[in-house]
Each structure stands twice: as C-alpha cells, then as structure tokens.
C-alpha cells in the first residue's frame, strides 16, 4: 500500500516563485499583495464579498465580536463540536458560549437547536459549516433577523462550500476563512476576515491594525497618521498574500480534485457495515470536501482509536473532527460545569469518528486504497 497522508500544502514553482518576488523587493507588509489577494478571494466568493486578510481565522472571529462590542453579560450561541478556537474568540471578549448539541447527519447547527437555547442574554450565533458542510441557512438567516442576533460564520474549512448558489460567509453578518496548511488553500498561517456589509469590513481594517486611521500609502506625510480607536496587530504579510494569491487561482481544480476523492471514497465505503458517512443533506448545498468523516456505529465506535492505529500502520493518514467536545474540554469543563449528557450528537461525533483523506495530493485510485484499510479494520471487529 502506498503512503497516504491526511494533508498536504499543495505548492507549486508558481506559489514559490510568487513568495521570491516579494522577498527580492523591498515592501513586506503594508503593500499591495494584501490588497490583491483581498480582491481576489472576494471575486471567488462572488458578489457582495467585502474581504480583509488578518494572521489568522481565529484572529477574524476575535476581530468581529470586538467590532460588535459583545462582552461580559452577553451570550453567543456556538456548536457542542468544532474547533476550540471558535469558541475561544467568544471567551477572549468576555462573552459566555452557550454551547448546542448539532445534527447527526451533518454535525452542523440547526434553527431548532438554536432556538431552543436562546435566552434575552444572546447576542450573537457562532455558526460552523462543520468539515465543510453547509448550514441551511434560510431557516437560520429567518431567525437571527427575527431576534435582531448577529450571525457569524466559522467557514475555516468550508471554502468553496454554498448555499442555494451562494458561498457560505455571505449569509451572516461576518464570514471567516482560515489558509492553515491543510486547509483548502494556505498562506502558511492566515486568515480571511469577510462580511457583507463594507462599512464593517473598512472599520475591521483598522482594528485589526493597531486602530490606525490611515494606512501608509494614505498618508501624506510619511509617518503621520492617528489612532482615534484601540486596535490590534492581526495583519497578514505581504508573502502570505502572495501565496494565497497563486493559491485562489488553483482553487476550482484544487476543489474539483477534492470533490471527485470524497465521491469515490464515499462509494467505497457505502457498503461497509458499522460505518455512516456524514455529508450534506439537501440538493440546496454544496460541500467542500475538506475531508470524510465516517462515524463508527454501534460497538464499533468503542473500537476507534484502534482502528485508526490500524490504519496508521498501514499508512493510511486519518485525523479527529474534533478530538472531544468543546464542554468536556478542561478549560471550558472548569469554568462551566457543562453537563456533557447534554451533547450526545457532538460525543459521538468527536469518540466514535474518523477523518479520512479526500485533498488534491491524493489520486481518485487511492480511495480505494484507504476504503479497502476501513473496510479490512472494521470486518476485523464486527
């Protein structure tokens, strides 16, 4: 069997070559490569896109609830199962995350499940496209405009991903995007700040750099400018963005690879007993297919670290779409005392999951490959 890693950066002569021009010039931030991938990122998300590069995806979710002044006594509703930074961004501001159980067949949030967890305290909805699964947001959408409550999406993995034709992150009031190296695209480390409104994107701009009024191209005195607001430091390099630029532009066939891996290897494993594929329910959304998570059912979710050494050993590359529940986590366990009988969807889905390989460093014939590694495994146990 040959040698199947979960991620890979997908960089090429261009991407390098885009990196040198930055480095053999003289301008290393503060300099047009931001603003060009800026744009760019934005013409891909489509029409209304309002971009602003920052260091990090966490860094955007921080940036947006400073600019809505959430705080101490405010609630912001977020998934039971997702990456901790999503949650830590609420906590940096003072806010309280109420934390919701998600579907089972897509991990994500739904309107009921929202709803259900409101109180006059909530803010704010913190809405993940789980593994690049799109929310449906109409129902979603309805309801934050109804209880006047911000909406911002965690699209860290979900790039490429839409609803009804639109791209994910042009629903809610924010949008943010991560380019972590195993992330559709990557700048390294980085992240994408979006929000439809460009007068929330203009004032983030200066937030997320030290709260400065003008940037220096806009200065007509070199070095005088003033700080009419406090800010931050959470820019993106100039060779970052030059990165990510060479990266947009390979995004549809980095995607079309990554849809043709998911499909397969969601073929293979259809008849694999014990095993359920979570993937989007509705011919309203389109996926990203970051990558496949198989849930273990019954007494095989018992059996899944086993598995996966199993599969690691074979050289089959896996990862855990999230390693425990964000409530079970020490931080949060300790501070909130959440009852984690609370969030049985979300236990199943970090305990009893698998995260296989779909990324475009990985060819349509190894699907079967990993299917035949599950399928050895699970057989094995049954």
Not at 4 to 14: A, M
Not at 90 to 115: F, H, Q, R, S
Not at 159 to 178: E, M, N, P, Q
Request: glycine share 8%; aromatic share 8%.
């Amino acid at each position: 069997m040959s040698e199947i890693p979960f991620g890979r950066p997908d960089i090429s002569d261009v991407d390098r070559e885009a990196v040198m021009r930055v480095l053999n010039g003289y301008i290393l931030t503060h300099g047009p490569e931001c603003k060009s991938f800026e744009a760019e990122f934005a013409a891909f998300l489509g029409a209304g896109a309002n971009c602003v590069s920052v260091s990090s995806c966490m860094a955007a979710l921080h940036l947006a609830y400073l600019h809505f002044k959430l705080g101490p006594g405010d609630e912001v509703i977020a998934p039971a199962c997702t990456h901790v930074a999503t949650v830590h961004a609420i906590e940096w501001v003072g806010a309280k995350p109420i934390l919701v159980d998600p579907d089972p067949l897509t991990g994500n949030l739904t309107a009921a499940g929202i709803e259900a967890a409101l109180t006059p305290r909530t803010k704010a909805v913190s809405l993940v496209h789980f593994v690049g699964i799109p929310c449906e947001m109409d129902a979603i959408v309805a309801l934050c405009e109804k209880r006047g409550l911000k909406l911002v999406e965690d699209c860290a993995i979900a790039i490429g991903a839409r609803y009804k034709g639109t791209h994910v992150g042009l629903f809610g009031d924010v949008g943010t995007f991560s380019f972590y190296p195993v992330k559709h695209i990557t700048t390294g480390e980085g992240g994408m700040f979006l929000s439809r409104h460009a007068d929330v994107a203009t004032q983030v701009a200066r937030l997320r750099a030290f709260g400065v009024d003008r940037t220096h191209t806009e200065r007509s005195i070199p070095g005088m400018y003033e700080v009419p607001s406090l800010g931050l430091n959470y820019r993106m390099s100039e060779m970052q963005a030059a990165l990510g630029r060479t990266q947009t532009a390979k995004l549809p066939k980095l995607l079309a690879a990554r849809k043709a891996n998911f499909e397969a290897l969601k073929g293979h494993l259809a008849n694999v007993p014990g095993v359920r594929v979570l993937d989007s329910q509705s011919a309203d959304c389109v996926q990203s297919h970051y990558c496949l998570v198989a849930v273990l059912e019954g007494k095989l979710g018992a059996e899944r670290n086993a598995i996966i050494s199993e599969l690691n050993a074979a050289g089959i590359g896996t990862s855990i779409y999230y390693p425990q529940p964000v409530p079970r986590m020490k931080y949060y366990q300790d501070k909130y005392g959440y009852a984690s009988d609370r969030y049985p969807v979300a236990t199943q889905i970090s305990d009893n999951s698998i995260a296989l390989p779909v990324g475009p460093h990985l060819q349509v014939a190894q699907m079967e490959e990993i299917a035949a590694g599950l399928r050895t495994a699970v057989t094995r146990r049954m």
